[in-house]
């Protein structure tokens, strides 16, 4: 039988995220960010302070030393609160270096404290087949390659990369120093994208050493983390329609009360719960059980095609109000779209769930 409960760790883990986050929240700048590409990266600030960058470091390393189910449960309340910053990417790096047969431990720490930042684009490296070229020189590496479409180049100190090395797909950790940007673009939440370029000789130690499968982990994790993120974005929707319905009212009653808007919500909240409870089991399950990698790509493919429609039909609920700058709704609409569009299709996935 499967417990849905959350302990009173976990629920204190997110309502002090909620309350951190609840303190600096303005949707204006939100929006400005949105149109202008600041770099706000509202929650960020927070998560560091709170020590949420270490929530998977072990406790000899400094860090909480608990599992991918509860930062799974942070990210529900970061994509709430259309929360920006490198926390999935420097939480997903720990992960990998914990896992490597190299001396990453003073990394680890300084990750764990903020004292050094990762960024990474990993899994459209490995869609897009987009990897850095690596070639081994006595105790040097030399790197070359492009990659494409990297978040938070200004705020990392290190990027980690994917690099083909004698036609072994590794990964690197690379300063930040040592790519060059070449070009800029940005998503349609506002986030700067980065092209960067790198041509440099490293110490051969950068080279992560690890089991062949920590790639295929890396991209079921960070694919998971963005339902997670979504999952919360869907929450607040939800949340938003439902007072919406409570207070707009016609024909002198709320219009919570027509049988038409209860049917609409009702079937949002069905859609939204069977998502969050299968994301949550899936996130319960060890890396190496036979079903994880199945049921990330079925958590995938279901927050696809169900969490727009969520963003849709709340739409059309609130009519004109929910298309206005300051009401927010367009936000976390386009931040789950923003999701859809990474880590690959429903046609990759449903390959995924058949192989």
Same mark, same amino acid.
């Given at each position: 039988?499967?417990?849905?409960?959350?302990?009173?760790?976990?629920?204190?883990?997110?309502?002090?995220?909620?309350?951190?986050?609840?303190?600096?929240?303005?949707?204006?700048?939100?929006?400005?960010?949105?149109?202008?590409?600041?770099?706000?990266?509202?929650?960020?600030?927070?998560?560091?302070?709170?020590?949420?960058?270490?929530?998977?470091?072990?406790?000899?390393?400094?860090?909480?030393?608990?599992?991918?189910?509860?930062?799974?449960?942070?990210?529900?309340?970061?994509?709430?609160?259309?929360?920006?910053?490198?926390?999935?990417?420097?939480?997903?790096?720990?992960?990998?270096?914990?896992?490597?047969?190299?001396?990453?431990?003073?990394?680890?720490?300084?990750?764990?404290?903020?004292?050094?930042?990762?960024?990474?684009?990993?899994?459209?490296?490995?869609?897009?087949?987009?990897?850095?070229? +690596?070639? #081994?020189?006595?105790? %040097?590496?030399?790197?070359?390659? $492009?990659?494409? @479409?990297? /978040?938070?180049?200004?705020?990392? &100190?290190?990027?980690?990369?994917?690099?083909?090395?004698?036609?072994?797909?590794?990964?690197?950790?690379?300063?930040?120093?040592?790519?060059?940007?070449?070009?800029?673009?940005?998503?349609?939440?506002?986030?700067?994208?980065?092209?960067?370029?790198?041509?440099?000789?490293?110490?051969?130690?950068?080279?992560?050493?690890?089991?062949?499968?920590?790639?295929?982990?890396?991209?079921?994790?960070?694919?998971?983390?963005?339902?997670?993120?979504?999952?919360?974005?869907?929450?607040? +929707?939800? #949340?938003?329609?439902? %007072?919406?319905?409570?207070?707009? $009212?016609?024909? @002198?009653? /709320?219009?919570?009360?027509?049988? &038409?808007?209860?049917?609409?919500?009702?079937?949002?909240?069905?859609?939204?719960?069977?998502?969050?409870?299968?994301?949550?089991?899936?996130?319960?399950?060890?890396?190496?059980?036979?079903?994880?990698?199945?049921?990330?790509?079925?958590?995938?493919?279901?927050?696809?095609?169900?969490?727009?429609?969520?963003?849709?039909?709340?739409?059309?609920?609130?009519?004109?109000?929910?298309?206005?700058?300051?009401?927010?709704?367009?936000?976390?609409?386009?931040?789950?779209?923003?999701?859809?569009?990474?880590?690959?299709?429903?046609?990759?996935?449903?390959?995924?769930?058949? @192989?």
């Amino acid at each position: 039988m499967i417990n849905f409960k959350l302990n009173e760790s976990q629920i204190m883990i997110q309502s002090s995220l909620e309350k951190a986050l609840d303190e600096n929240f303005d949707i204006r700048k939100l929006n400005m960010n949105a149109e202008k590409a600041e770099g706000l990266n509202h929650g960020w600030k927070e998560i560091k302070e709170l020590g949420y960058t270490g929530i998977i470091t072990g406790e000899d390393k400094g860090g909480f030393g608990l599992d991918i189910f509860d930062f799974g449960l942070t990210l529900e309340t970061w994509g709430s609160k259309l929360c920006e910053g490198p926390y999935i990417e420097n939480t997903l790096a720990i992960e990998t270096l914990q896992k490597s047969s190299n001396d990453f431990n003073k990394l680890i720490e300084d990750l764990t404290s903020s004292k050094k930042i990762i960024s990474s684009v990993i899994n459209e490296q490995i869609i897009e087949n987009n990897y850095l070229e +690596i070639r #081994k020189t006595k105790n %040097e590496v030399e790197v070359k390659g $492009e990659i494409i @479409n990297l /978040p938070y180049f200004d705020a990392a &100190s290190e990027i980690l990369c994917l690099g083909s090395l004698n036609k072994e797909i590794k990964f690197i950790v690379i300063p930040q120093k040592n790519f060059n940007e070449i070009r800029t673009s940005k998503t349609i939440t506002g986030q700067k994208l980065s092209d960067i370029r790198i041509n440099c000789n490293l110490d051969s130690e950068r080279v992560v050493d690890s089991e062949k499968n920590l790639v295929d982990i890396y991209f079921q994790l960070f694919t998971l983390s963005k339902c997670f993120e979504s999952i919360g974005a869907a929450n607040t +929707i939800i #949340k938003m329609t439902t %007072e919406y319905i409570k207070s707009r $009212e016609q024909f @002198n009653q /709320p219009i919570g009360k027509f049988q &038409s808007i209860q049917h609409m919500l009702t079937d949002l909240y069905i859609s939204y719960s069977e998502l969050k409870e299968l994301v949550r089991y899936t996130a319960k399950l060890p890396f190496d059980d036979s079903n994880f990698q199945k049921l990330v790509s079925m958590s995938k493919i279901k927050c696809d095609e169900d969490l727009p429609k969520v963003g849709w039909i709340a739409h059309q609920v609130h009519g004109a109000i929910g298309f206005t700058w300051d009401y927010g709704l367009h936000l976390l609409t386009k931040k789950i779209l923003l999701n859809k569009s990474l880590n690959g299709n429903s046609i990759l996935h449903s390959k995924k769930i058949i @192989n």
